[in-house]
């Protein structure tokens, strides 16, 4: 009898809270909970950076990363928080680190050798799970790296220099194609053009247009840059993303076109030996099934825009700051004429360039074009004392840790931060350990002999005082010039010119 009066009166209860609270106001009450749970939640961490601030921090730090670029929007998060700083890229959590360190740390470990970014964006520009640069899947990017590494080290580097000074000698030869009717020499694409022609050479053989693919390189390149981190709702906006799928489908379709005459000349070749090379590789790793066609045209495709897209910008950079600093001018001269004096440079001078390689190396930090390295980690970790959970996003900030820790004039472009030995950990241009830069001997190969080529050749001025200061410059995935400037061509004189003697 009483459990009955007892479950009447509860019954009542119910009904009596149905009709007096509104359904809406039971939702407002259950929402607030969980964003305090959520605020609550957040508020734990421990690592520096913006706040959660009910979702609205990630939001902002988002929008900041697609309005200023990653560069940009990186060095505002380090400046304003420290060396170590927790954002969020598209809501997941991403650690910005400049601090040398951290940065050694991810790089030493295979458990960072993933990379993040939109699956939309890198599926659309042939990155997703394919070729080497952005491939995020670490077991198809290990197999796929071992052919880049074949052909970027041992005798193809030996090869190297003779096909690059051959490419220069060419070029400089008709260097009026480059130049526009005031007589400055366009160096960006001049230094491209080279490069394409040299990567082709070595890796491809097989005859192109070098002006046109250039212009579809910087057109890819763009689309990369633009897509990298864009949220999903973004590709469901056809004519948003429309610019950017076709100038990748351009570059695209003019690989496939080649990397088909290349199978068809491996197929009527006599002796393959004649036609091996890094695409001949690839092509018979597709014939055993161990690629994809797809995976097979990506590979050609990075392997050709690695040195038009960024390592021409750093030989830009290099040479107006050539022009800008004589006395360093004087002394790679200097060493030229010791070294490799009239004759043509070999293999064997590389070692003992070390003026060159230390402007290189000078340059690369103080003028750095790529100085972001992105990863996720793969399992939980700790750096540094913070911990690091499995699928947090990592930006590697080297552009700026090079300007912190051990050079003694950080913020000055001289010779002198390199005068001693700088131990490794504290200088990053090509990073280190599983996932370094493949072609980073050869990188380094291909720019000595540039610079060796064209100054014993020319003597080079920027126009109105330009220089890579003053240069107008965009920071995203990389660091780029602002090519609408009208000042980037720069007056090449002979060096056996009187106008050069002059000077």
Not at 70 to 95: D, H, M, Q
């Amino acid at each position: 009898m009483v459990l009955e009066v007892l479950n009447s009166v509860h019954y009542n209860i119910i009904s009596m809270v149905t009709e007096v609270v509104p359904v809406a106001s039971i939702a407002i009450l259950l929402l607030t909970g969980f964003l305090l749970l959520v605020w609550n939640y957040k508020n734990t961490s421990s690592i520096p950076g913006p706040g959660y601030f009910l979702g609205i921090g990630p939001l902002i730090s988002y929008c900041r990363f697609l309005w200023m670029g990653n560069g940009s929007a990186c060095n505002y998060y380090n400046k304003t928080y420290g060396e170590f700083v927790r954002v969020w890229i598209y809501g997941e959590e991403t650690l910005i680190i400049s601090k040398s360190s951290s940065v050694f740390h991810v790089m030493k470990h295979s458990h960072y050798t993933s990379r993040f970014g939109s699956k939309l964006g890198l599926q659309c520009i042939g990155m997703h799970e394919k070729g080497v640069i952005f491939n995020n899947n670490p077991v198809l990017w290990k197999a796929v790296r071992t052919y880049f590494m074949k052909a970027l080290s041992g005798s193809g580097l030996v090869r190297t220099v003779t096909v690059c000074a051959d490419s220069i000698t060419k070029h400089l030869d008709r260097l009026e194609e480059v130049r526009n009717e005031s007589g400055y020499v366009d160096v960006l694409t001049l230094v491209r053009c080279i490069m394409l022609d040299t990567s082709n050479k070595l890796f491809l053989g097989i005859p192109l247009n070098e002006r046109a693919i250039v212009v579809k390189i910087q057109g890819y390149f763009d689309a990369w840059q633009a897509l990298l981190l864009k949220p999903d709702i973004f590709f469901k906006i056809s004519w948003l993303r429309r610019k950017y799928e076709k100038s990748v489908e351009e570059l695209k379709e003019e690989m496939e076109i080649l990397v088909e005459k290349k199978r068809r000349r491996i197929f009527i070749a006599e002796k393959l030996e004649d036609s091996m090379d890094f695409t001949t590789e690839l092509i018979l790793a597709e014939k055993r099934g161990d690629l994809t066609r797809e995976n097979v045209n990506q590979c050609v495709l990075e392997m050709l825009i690695a040195a038009p897209d960024t390592m021409s910008v750093s030989v830009f950079f290099m040479l107006f700051l050539i022009a800008k600093h004589p006395q360093v001018e004087e002394a790679i001269m200097k060493e030229i004429q010791t070294v490799v004096a009239e004759r043509e440079i070999r293999i064997d001078d590389m070692q003992k360039l070390k003026v060159v390689e230390n402007f290189i190396y000078e340059s690369m930090r103080y003028q750095p074009v790529v100085d972001l390295v992105m990863r996720k980690a793969l399992e939980d970790d700790v750096i540094d004392g913070y911990p690091v959970k499995k699928g947090t996003n990592i930006i590697l900030n080297i552009g700026r840790m090079h300007r912190l820790e051990f050079f003694p004039k950080p913020n000055e472009f001289t010779l002198e931060n390199f005068a001693k030995n700088v131990p490794y950990r504290y200088f990053q241009p090509f990073g280190f350990g599983p996932r370094a830069c493949a072609g980073k001997y050869i990188a380094m190969v291909m720019m000595k002999v540039i610079l060796v080529t064209l100054l014993r050749r020319f003597h080079m001025q920027t126009l109105h005082g330009q220089c890579v200061e003053k240069m107008q410059k965009k920071n995203d995935l990389s660091l780029q010039p602002d090519e609408t400037s009208d000042l980037l061509g720069m007056i090449f004189i002979p060096r056996n010119s009187d106008k050069c003697l002059d000077h």
